[in-house]
């Protein structure tokens, strides 16, 4: 009687260590700006917010699992979301394809453009989700687009920002050094005329690798499926964030970015194929007190073997930033 009580006891101790140690995701759906965006939290509500931001075609998966968990063990309350036209959230078929002869011309001009919509309707999604979730202010992160998009909304909407982790993103200066051909080459490849999910999946992994993944293919292969499988993969609908990317990244916001007062990381790796190393230099460079971030090895891609480096970057800002409240 004894050993089972001391067993049962054991096994008590053991699920509340796995509650304390691991954040399970919670899932929800918010409506925001007139269409619904898919998100998870991980943490508790009651926490500052960390917001994590997708860059071009992602949904929330690309910020791996782990590094939410990780965040959230540090004690932040942590929200990865599908944006508009990725994963589960809402697919704006209605707009159309993007007129790609129409909008040649305005890029690089910084002039309204005949767009299915901005990077600047993007940031307002974001805090749009921030509202929904009565959340007033919080540490804005974003890879890729995503970063150009969490730029922004530290620049238009600084009074709901604690501070700004800009990670694989540019300053949108046209004039910037450009990715390596073969990455550009695999980001404008269209996905093979096919249901087949095994050649989608080596379709992605491909892009994975190209841009500098270095996860094992297993690991890799498992993220094309779930995201194929799970997130509504629908490569027609990017086509409308590649349009507010063309448009809205080479749109000089080295000017905006020098008046941003809030504590700024900004996060890249010395391997990025796509977004060079450079760029993120220039970044941090036109912030006034940045912190830059380079990360040896890593490319356009949060590897899980970065994980950790990012997260490290991540908490430093947000805990100074913190500290300064």
Known sequence: MVSKVVFTW??????????????????????????????????????????????????????????????????????????R??????????LGQPDWGKIGPFIGTCKQAPLPYTLADMAADVTGLMDALHIAKAHIAGASMGGA???????????????LASISATSGNPARVQGDEKAMAAMATPPPATS????????????????????????????ALQHIQQRNWD??????????????????RRAQLAKIKVPVVVIH??????VKADAGKEVAAAIPGATLCMIPGMGHDISLQFVDAIADCMITVAKKASHLQ
Do not use: W
């Open 10 to 83: 054991q096994l008590l101790m053991i699920c509340l260590i796995c509650t304390i140690t691991h954040a399970v995701a919670q899932p929800g759906k918010a409506d925001v700006n007139g269409i619904t965006i898919a998100y998870e939290a991980f943490g508790d509500k009651s926490r500052e917010a960390i917001i994590l931001i997708q860059g071009t075609g992602a949904t929330l998966l690309h910020y791996p699992e782990t590094l939410c968990e990780r965040l959230a063990s540090e004690g932040f309350y942590v929200i990865r979301f599908d944006n």
């Open 85 to 94: 036209d990725a994963g589960l959230s809402t697919h704006l078929d209605s």
């Open 149 to 163: 998009i969490a730029q922004l909304v530290a620049i238009h909407f600084p009074e709901r920002v604690l501070s």
């Open 196 to 223: 087949n999910q095994d050649s989608l999946a080596n379709y992605l992994v491909n892009i994975y690798t190209t841009l500098g993944a270095v996860d094992d293919t297993s690991v890799l292969r498992a993220r």
């Open 235 to 252: 490569p027609a609908a990017v086509n409308r964030q590649i349009a507010a990317v063309l448009v809205g990244d080479n749109c000089d």
């Open 269 to 274: 790796g010395d391997a990025d194929p796509l």
